[in-house]
């Protein structure tokens, strides 16, 4: 077989896996809107979207989705605040300052917390998290938003750190060199020069581990208290979306209003998650810059 020839074959492998992909997403969102749509001829979009009740199996139902799109961003808030901050910190610590044999150890266990199953870390915060929530801030129940955010973020913190790390890891030595040539600390080359060039990996990695806090289910579904209702504090019970999706879709007639309403709750959804990976494609292509960290 000739070279061009295996050229050509890599190729179309390759294309064919793109295709694949780009068709596979088509097929979702099809789906999601055939089966979704449908609640739209007994429900408007905006009721639907700012309805504050979610009672479907009342007569007659409410099919309100604010009380769960609110405790979706609000959990996904919190869980950012907390896991941008270690993330990123953990990545500059690995990048950095971590030297080449504890950078081998350290890495490789901050991304194996990837792997960690979700329903093992909602177990975590079920169990030792929400007594602790409970006995310390002497509120009815552990099994809210703040114990949801905490899990999250510590869901989204290996997934901000690896990508962030790696931006920040491949920035051109040269830029560093220059940077103490000139007189800067370490520090200092740290803070003005690596972190600014790696900013598009950096804001993709934070927005990719924001992306993965909302599209959760398991481990909402175990610690966020499963109250379809506005919260008032970060310790009142919640279910953001994916939680009412996992905890209802089994118990909703087919086909019925029940069942096209939360259909409609995961297209709602696909679009948060879509307009996150929108965002960090965005980012990393407007600051993307010759010679800097890129991804």
Request: glycine share 6%.
């Amino acid at each position: 077989m000739s070279r061009r020839a295996k050229d050509n074959m890599v190729h179309g492998a390759f294309w064919t896996a793109a295709a694949l992909c780009i068709v596979t997403l088509t097929l979702i969102m099809v789906f999601l809107f055939m089966e979704g749509f449908p609640i739209f001829q007994h429900v408007s979009l905006a009721d639907f979207i700012f309805g504050k009740l979610w009672y479907p199996t009342f007569d007659p139902p409410e099919f309100g989705i604010l009380p769960m799109i609110v405790g979706s961003l609000v959990v996904t808030a919190l869980s950012s605040l907390i896991a941008i901050p270690l993330g990123i910190m953990t990545a500059i610590y690995l990048a950095e300052l971590a030297g080449p044999r504890m950078r081998a150890y350290v890495k490789p266990l901050v991304e194996m917390l990837q792997a960690l199953p979700s329903v093992v870390i909602g177990f975590f915060g079920m169990v030792i998290v929400a007594p602790w929530l409970q006995e310390t801030f002497d509120i009815a129940t552990g099994l809210n938003i703040a114990n949801a955010s905490i899990m999250l973020a510590f869901m989204a913190v290996p997934t901000i750190t690896s990508i962030a790390e790696d931006a920040i890891y491949s920035v051109p030595n040269d830029m560093r060199e220059a940077s103490l040539a000139l007189g800067a600390t370490h520090w200092q080359t740290i803070g003005r020069v690596v972190v600014p060039a790696a900013l598009p990996g950096i804001s993709t990695a934070v927005i990719l581990g924001m992306a993965r806090s909302i599209g959760e289910t398991m481990v909402v579904l175990m610690v966020a208290g499963g109250a379809a209702m506005l919260p008032g504090s970060i310790f009142d019970p919640s279910r953001p979306m994916p939680a009412s999706i996992a905890a209802e879709m089994a118990e909703a007639p087919f086909r019925s209003d029940h069942y096209h309403a939360l259909f409609a709750t995961g297209l709602v959804l696909f679009f948060f998650t879509l307009a996150f990976n929108a965002l960090a494609a965005w980012i990393a292509e407007k600051k993307k810059q010759v010679g800097t960290a890129t991804l």
